[in-house]
């Protein structure tokens, strides 16, 4: 069975949103949770967190960033190509329920997952506080989404270009050092963003959740690829999360073992590259 993609566009230079025909995943998933797709037979397996989904139209919307070969062969697909597999929904859904007033951050691509997230925690009827940041004001996405979904929208770049000049981290520590009582705080977003976040809120006693994106290969929890310790203890991101609590998990660990293939993800990217070149492609 292939799966259609029916709709795709740039949204952010090299980020691009995607949305697949994919029933099934559809009517079963929930914010929090997670995919995996193959371009093709020979493809490497690929997991990126759900952006949304309608189970009414039948599909899943993933957003991803051109990083490596496989990302860089997605973004130049269309909407008239279809994938060879898209697996899901998989891992435990978020803990959304009524908390009372919660704050959502968003960095870089990261806000993608939050954004179903911040939708399910309102409709659970709790006051959303959304925080979102790039690193410029071109690299912002799902701004007017997020600003819908919110009860209160803060958004931060780190050049100055639009709203607070400087982190996330920044705008969340303003919000509780003004005597908003929040309840819970769920931060996703690079690993250095969550680690500099949990840090930070430590001293709060704040609840604060984060979603893992260590490396995977199943998503089954028969690989252990995705292995990440949270308070001493091995945990499989898949299945277990991906969300965890923050001051539990090891991010130092779960940084160098992203690092882990680095080299050859780089060789394979240069290879591509190399090969599009030969064939006189863009």
């Excluded at 959304?96 to 179903?116: D, F, H, K």
């Excluded at 963003?193 to 199943?218: C, F, Q, R, W």
Aim: net charge negative; glycine share 10%; proline share 5%.
């Amino acid at each position: 069975m292939a799966y259609q993609i029916v709709e795709k566009k740039e949204i952010a230079p090299s980020v691009h949103m995607m949305k697949i025909q994919a029933p099934d995943v559809a009517k079963a998933a929930k914010a929090g949770q997670f995919i995996i797709l193959r371009i093709d037979e020979t493809s490497e397996r690929v997991p990126l967190t759900i952006a949304d989904f309608d189970a009414v139209e039948g599909t899943i919307t993933i957003i991803f960033q051109e990083m490596g070969k496989t990302t860089k062969q997605l973004a130049k697909m269309s909407p008239s190509d279809a994938l060879q597999d898209f697996v899901g929904p998989l891992g435990t859904p978020a803990d959304v329920r009524e908390l009372g007033t919660v704050i959502l951050v968003g960095g870089g691509v990261g806000i993608a997952p939050v954004y179903p997230q911040v939708r399910a925690y309102r409709e659970a009827g709790n006051k959303v506080i959304s925080v979102i940041g790039a690193r410029n004001e071109s690299l912002l996405i799902l701004e007017d989404e997020m600003e819908e979904a919110s009860d209160e929208l803060h958004v931060a770049t780190d050049d100055g270009s639009k709203g607070h000049h400087g982190f996330v981290t920044d705008v969340v520590k303003g919000i509780l050092d003004s005597g908003e009582k929040v309840a819970r705080v769920v931060v996703i977003g690079p690993p250095i963003l969550m680690k500099v976040a949990a840090g930070m809120l430590e001293p709060y006693g704040v609840e604060t959740l984060v979603s893992l994106n260590p490396i995977m290969v199943d998503g089954t929890g028969m690989c252990g690829g995705c292995r990440v310790s949270i308070g001493g203890e091995t945990k499989f991101a898949c299945v277990d999360g991906p969300e965890f609590d923050a001051h539990k998990v090891d991010f130092n660990l779960l940084m160098s073992r992203l690092a882990l293939y680095r080299d050859e993800e780089s060789k394979c990217l240069d290879a591509h590259n190399h090969k599009c070149t030969c064939r006189g492609e863009n």
